[in-house]
């Protein structure tokens, strides 16, 4: 069959008469109901100590680190959890600007539909600047922090409706739960708010160096022998330092090679352990 009989086939399918109107706002409707795996890293905070974590290899959030909240992308929604674990057996989510979605619309999968929440933030500052993760939770705590955050939003566009972009610390607070234990809850610590036009860490670290001045060539100096840079030191949950290590003795100093190879090995900074 042509092109021509093809295109022709859809006008007997039982399809609307086309309407590029109509047509464009149901493909905007789709690219904010659909979602799609990939894209953003995952946000999540481990249950087990309250440590924040992104990406498949569950990279540690620095410490002391800053996060721009994208307040266009928050979502609300709901998912579906299969009793027998695994991934959900559906989820469905749609931006604050758009219609709620309705429960009893849903499809039934002989399984509960949990309120679900979602997020986009960008790390501002340190190690991970310019990262963009996404955090979607439906726990209580996730909801709440999530809450909140739509409360100081509501706040602030009553007081400074010109910076409504949050910018946060990742923290969290625990409780004694009479069933599971030491429980630990996500907080978004709102540290100050930005215009939404303000410059992406990425954009504003290169108009910096556009704008530097050209460096004058530092005056001539005598040779002094070179000395190996110390690796930095791979993060815990404290500070990171940079702490020149010891020389070792010349029987031992081969055998540590690898070792700080791997210390200065990106791929292998900040990896959460396997087990608890």
């Not at 004058?216 to 005598?222: C, F, L």
């Amino acid at each position: 069959m042509s092109n021509e009989n093809s295109v022709v086939a859809f006008k007997t399918a039982g399809l609307p008469s086309a309407d590029v109107g109509q047509f464009r706002k149901a493909l905007a409707n789709a690219s904010q109901t659909i979602q799609v795996a990939g894209g953003n890293a995952f946000l999540r905070m481990d249950k087990r100590d309250g440590a924040w974590v992104y990406g498949a290899k569950d990279t540690e959030v620095e410490e002391g680190s800053l996060w721009a909240v994208n307040p266009l992308s928050l979502k609300v929604g709901f998912v579906c959890w299969n009793p027998k674990g695994g991934a959900p057996l559906g989820k469905q989510m749609v931006s604050i600007f758009q219609t709620p979605i309705n429960i009893a619309d849903l499809p039934n999968f002989g399984a509960k539909w949990d309120d679900n929440i979602s997020l986009e933030m960008m790390c501002t500052n340190g190690e991970d600047k310019g990262i963009t993760v996404e955090y979607t939770a439906n726990s209580y705590g996730g909801k709440k922090a999530f809450s909140d955050l739509v409360a100081a939003l509501q706040r602030q566009l009553d007081t400074d409706p010109k910076h409504i972009v949050p910018v946060i610390a990742l923290t969290y607070d625990s409780y004694q739960h009479a069933t599971y234990g030491l429980t630990y809850n996500p907080i978004f610590d709102i540290k100050s708010w930005i215009a939404m036009d303000a410059p992406s860490p990425a954009a504003a670290e290169t108009t910096k160096t556009a704008e530097q001045p050209a460096a004058t060539a530092p005056p001539a100096q005598p040779p002094v022998a070179e000395t190996a840079e110390a690796p930095r030191r791979g993060r815990g949950r404290g500070p990171v330092t940079d702490v020149a290590p010891e020389q070792p003795a010349p029987a031992t100093q081969a055998a540590q090679q690898p070792a700080a190879a791997a210390a200065a090995d990106p791929t292998v900074r900040r990896r959460r352990r396997a087990a608890a």
